[in-house]
Every structure is written in C-alpha cells, then in structure tokens.
C-alpha cells in the first residue's frame, strides 16, 4: 500500500470561516481555475464563467458562505491573506453591477443565479461536495472543470492522478497508528520527533518552525479576538456571541489589552475546577463564534471544528506549563499527525462521514498531543487519541439552517473537554490493557460513516435541521 505524505500545513490551513469543506474548499478550487484559465488561454479569453453546486454544498451552501467563497476565489483572492472586512463590499459589489473581477483583472459578465447554480438534487458520485466551472470563451470554445471539497480545505480535481503528485520520500512513511508507532519504537523518538523528520523532506526546519508559529499565532489571536467581540452571529438565527460575556464575568469585568496580559490573569485565577472548565468552553466558543462571523480561523483539521485544538492548547499554556514556543511547536506537530491518520484511514469531512469526522477527530488530536506534552509515553498518546474518538462515534451534522452555529459551536466545547478527560485517562492507564487500538477505531468510524444515512452529513435533512423551526431571511 503506497503511503499518502501529508504534512503539517495540509493539516492546519490558515483561512476564513465558517467551513473548510464548503468555504475554504470551494474557494480554493475557485482559484485553481483562474489558474487553469491563465496557463491554458488569458482572463481576456473569458466570455462567461458558470457554478455548479452539487450535493452538500448546494443543500447547505448559503448557510455555508459557499457562494461567497467561489466568487472571492474567481476573483483571485487569497483566504490567507484577504481582510475580512473586505469580504461583504466586494460580494455586494459584484450583485450589484453582475460584474465579476475575474482574477482580480478583468470584468466578466455575472448574473445571479445564472452564473452561480445550487443543483439541490443533483450529487455527483465521488464525493457529496461537488462543484464544476463551466468556461465559456470568446472564440466560441468551450471548457469546464469538476472539483470536489473532500474535508479539511483538501480539494481533489476530476480525472487528477493523485498519486501522481506523491513526489515526497519521507524518511519515516505512515499510514496507519500502527506505522507511526513503530518508528517511535524503532527509532526511541516521540511522536513530534517523528513528525518533523518528515517535515524535512518538504523544506528546512527552520520553515517548518517558522510556519507552524504562525498557525499558533493565528489560533491565539483568533481566540483572543473571539473572547473580546460581542453582538450577534450572521445569518439569521439571532445567535448570539456568549465567549465575550464569559470571559467579561471570569476576569471580573477586568480589561487586558493585549493576549499575554490576558493570558496572565486566567493563569493567576487558580486551579478550581470550574472555573478552568468554563475557560476551557470560553476559548472553544470564542474561535467558533469568529468562524461562524467569516472570521479568520485555522482548519484544526476543520473549520467547523477549530475551536477544540486552540481550546485545548490554551488549557496547557494557562493551566499546566506556561507559554513555551517549543512546546506550543510539539502539541500542533503531535495533533496534527494524528489528523493525517484520521484522514488516510477514514475522513475528516462531515459530508462523508457526519460530525465524528469533525469534532471527533480534532478531540482526538488534541487528546494525543496534550498527553505527549503532559509526560505521556507514545502508546499513551495514541491511547488518548484513541478514547477521545471512541467517545465520538455516531456523531451526526446537521446544522439548523444548513450555518456552522447550532449546534455546532458548542460541540466544540464537548470535544475540548473530552480530549482533556482522554488525556488524563491516558496517563493514569497502561496501554498494554487497552482493549481498542487507534486504527481499530479508525476503521470502526469509517464504518459507521458508511452505515450513517445521508440525512446526517451536513445536508440539513436530518436530527436538530429539522426539529428546530426557524425562518431564515433570504440570502
């Protein structure tokens, strides 16, 4: 079996809310047509551009931001970089003229909803989130391309030979737990050890360290940001932001003006219990509540699942062990070996395998890297991860309203604290007793996946979509 090399940054995508499958995605296979269309032809060339939305991503698109994406994406921005404030004039702006800055260069002709279509009863047979470009040209010639959002910002084009790109050799390949428990064993090192070596084979250390603290960096701003906004979420459902008014009463309406001052004083609060597990749900929701406000966020491996890793993350920096770039650098290395396991052996999209693709597998990530940073031996990391996920299976998505809001963002809150309740019986466990091994539970998601009906993964047919009445506004 061939071994997928995927890397940290695969894993952790810095981009902006409030869905990696249906946001982050679609914007990015917006932008690998533009560039087809500039390697093969000129923006000039462009007579007309169509969307077609399949599936999941039509069903739930609008509540999604989907539309928005695509049309950012042909525009040729950057989700890594676009300020988000800028996001709604530019939309507005391209209804109101049926214009479309193709590339950011040329003006195209773009009618709503001619030029961007939601099939609701159309799914294409390899992925549910499906969407092609239809490409007219000036000199009466025609193209298109089909992409799919497979999870996590990960975009497949049709007819592309995936293993055509596997152009890595990494010195210690993985597929499986298994695979990455071996080289530990083999080689003596940790699974973040592991885990850069890899890295090596895709650039020098130096990046790799200089990338995954920026990641850092945009979590904790995101969170930072999420614990000090307030008002209500977009989209209709009158949600309103709570993380502001949780962390107003858990700093005693104290104002800190920056993150390490903030950071400090949650640390001089103590150790009771509750008032840790209400800052553990206040760093959960702040992240989601900035998702769900097209905010910028990092897939963690999602984005309707960010919230747990930071959460996670920032319990250790203001509970445990302080603030420690080396240690900061180990916890994202470790979780986000994990999430690539989880993605070769299963899924991490909710619309191939319901809400235990999301927040399941980002519990289980923070659960490993959180038991590695607290002392834990290898196998009790993968021990850990394994008890988060366990814990997970059966997890349906169904958003009310098809929005990335309810319940979406308090079960960030449940995956946080279940990967450090994982953590923690990881560590007072021998794994020698352990009766479920990770890739057993793995495997056992990925079959649930299958057996789940179609209701469940993120089309709003199904669960609390259906039972919560509510009247959205019309997009």
């Known amino acids: 079996m061939p071994h997928e090399a995927i890397s940290v940054f695969d894993m952790f995508k810095i981009g902006v809310g409030p869905s990696s499958s249906h946001t982050l995605g679609p914007w990015r296979a917006a932008l690998r047509c533009v560039d087809t269309i500039r390697s093969k032809y000129a923006l000039t060339d462009v007579l007309s551009i169509t969307v077609l939305l399949y599936g999941s991503l039509a ?13 950012l994406g042909l525009c040729g921005e950057d989700p890594v970089t676009i300020d988000v404030n800028s996001i709604t004039p530019k939309v507005k702006d391209i209804e109101s003229k049926q214009l479309l800055p193709l590339g950011g260069e040329v003006a195209v002709p773009f009618h709503f909803p001619d030029n961007l279509q939601f099939l609701f009863n159309e799914t294409l047979p390899f992925h549910p989130n499906g969407l092609s470009f239809l490409v007219a040209l000036k000199n009466g010639a025609h193209f298109s391309e089909t992409y799919y ?3 996590g910002g ?22 499986t737990a298994d695979d990455l428990l071996h080289w530990c064993m083999k080689t003596g090192m940790s699974v973040h050890e592991v885990v850069m070596e890899n890295e090596a084979a895709w650039r020098p250390e130096s990046a790799t360290r200089e990338g995954v603290l920026k990641i850092w960096q945009t979590m904790r701003d995101c969170t930072y940001r999420g614990c000090h906004t307030k008002g209500e979420l977009p989209g209709g459902l009158q949600v309103r932001r709570r993380a502001f008014d949780l962390n107003k009463k858990l700093i005693n309406n104290h104002s800190y003006t920056d993150y390490p001052s903030w950071i400090e004083a949650i640390r001089s609060g103590g150790n009771d219990f509750k008032y840790i597990l209400d800052w553990v749900s206040c760093f959960a929701l702040a992240v989601n509540e900035e998702n769900a406000s097209f905010g910028r966020v990092v897939t963690a491996p999602t984005n309707g699942a960010a919230g747990v890793i930071p ?9 445990c062990d302080g603030y420690d770039d080396e240690k900061i650098m180990r916890f994202l290395l470790t979780a986000s070996e994990v999430g690539s396991i989880f993605k070769k052996g299963a899924t991490i999209s909710a619309a191939m395998g319901g809400c235990q693709a999301e927040i399941g ?11 590695e940073l607290l002392g ?3 196998r009790q ?8 996920m366990e814990h997970h299976l059966g997890l349906t998505c169904d958003p009310i309203g098809g929005l990335v809001q309810v319940p979406c963002i308090e079960r960030n809150t449940m995956g946080a604290i279940k990967a450090i309740t994982a953590s923690q019986l990881a560590l007072q466990s021998s794994p020698d007793y352990a009766k479920v091994s990770l890739d057993k539970v793995i495997k056992t998601m990925w079959d649930t996946a299958l057996d789940m009906s179609s209701k469940y993964k993120e ?11 509510i009247s959205l506004p019309e997009c």
């Not at 497949?156 to 790109?165: C, F, I, T």
């Open 381 to 388: 990391t993968l021990m850990a991860a394994e008890i988060a």
């Open 149 to 151: 959002s497979i999870g």
């Open 376 to 378: 834990g031996t290898q």
């Open 154 to 175: 990960f975009v497949v084009k049709e007819g592309e030979d995936k293993n055509a790109q596997q152009s890595v050799d990494l010195p210690f390949p993985i597929n």
């Open 361 to 371: 597998v980002s519990s289980a990530m923070a659960a490993a890297a959180l038991t």
């Open 59 to 71: 069903k739930t698109g609008k509540g999604h931001g989907t539309d928005i994406a695509v049309l």
């Open 459 to 469: 089309t709003a047919d199904g669960g609390l979509a259906i039972h919560i009445p």
């Open 311 to 319: 959460a996670v993350l920032q319990y250790f920096i203001a509970f």
